[in-house]
């Protein structure tokens, strides 16, 4: 089984500001992925990142980056310029163990942008 | 490509009811997987089939149970509906099964079921 722990519940910034959301993860497979998504007040999870385990790189998507750390175990995110369509509640979710348990989402970050 | 799709969209039932909900995954998709999202225990997950197969299930009584058809749409029923049981019901579609190594999951609008 994994475990995640999304320490930030809520975070507000002013629109165009850069934001990095926090993500701790633990799992004993050497082996596992990570992903984040984000929920809109529409209710739907939408795709963002995927990271492996086994990546030897982080990478930039766009406005999105992402630092894995594996000495951490940390999975952080960042938003770059951020815009109010960005407001949303942020999941990070590890998948290990052959996928047993299932995706297991932390309690979320709610991303508060304003204009 | 279509996403997703739920339905239907929004339930309201009462205590002891039974109720199926149905999800039809992305278009050569033969992963399926459910979860549940209440605001207490947050996104749980419930089971996955693979080819018509339960492949995992979560910490979830014998009252919620599922199919998968041979086209791949799921379905999932919860018998003797208890208050608890109120929460979104998200279905998530795989080309692959979950832990396969390519595996990212696509999630449907969700079902969200209000138990009276």
């Known amino acids: 089984a994994q475990k995640v722990t999304q320490a930030q519940t809520e975070i507000s910034v002013v629109e165009k500001e850069d934001v990095t959301l926090d993500c701790v993860y633990e799992?004993?497979?050497?082996?596992?992925?990570l992903f984040w998504y984000k929920q809109p007040p529409s209710g739907e999870l939408v795709f963002l990142i995927r990271?492996?385990?086994?990546?030897?790189q982080n990478e930039i998507s766009g406005r999105y980056s992402w630092n894995f750390q594996k000495s951490t175990s940390s999975f952080n995110f960042t938003i770059t310029a951020s815009q109010v369509v960005d407001s949303a509640v942020y999941f990070c979710?590890?998948?290990?163990?052959?996928?047993?348990?299932?995706?297991?989402f932390g309690k979320g970050t709610h991303l508060i942008i304003q204009p | 490509k279509a996403g997703v799709t739920q339905t239907p969209r929004y339930l309201i039932k009462t205590r002891g009811q039974q109720v199926t909900l149905s999800c039809s995954p992305i278009?050569?998709?033969?992963?399926v997987s459910w979860y549940q999202q209440t605001p207490g225990q947050g996104l749980q997950f419930l089971f996955e089939y693979f080819s018509e197969t339960q492949r995992n299930k979560g910490n979830f009584p014998g009252r919620f149970s599922g199919r998968q058809f041979s086209n791949s749409r799921s379905e999932m029923n919860v018998s003797t509906l208890e208050l608890g049981d109120s929460a979104l019901y998200l279905c998530a579609s795989s080309t692959s099964p979950q832990g396969s190594g390519t595996d990212t999951q696509y999630f449907g609008p969700g079902t969200r079921l209000t138990v009276l």
């Open positions: 278009s050569g998709h033969r992963s």
């Open positions: 799992t004993r497979d050497t082996t596992y992925y």
């Open positions: 979710a590890p998948l290990s163990g052959g996928g047993a348990d299932g995706l297991t």
């Open positions: 990271r492996n385990s086994f990546d030897e």
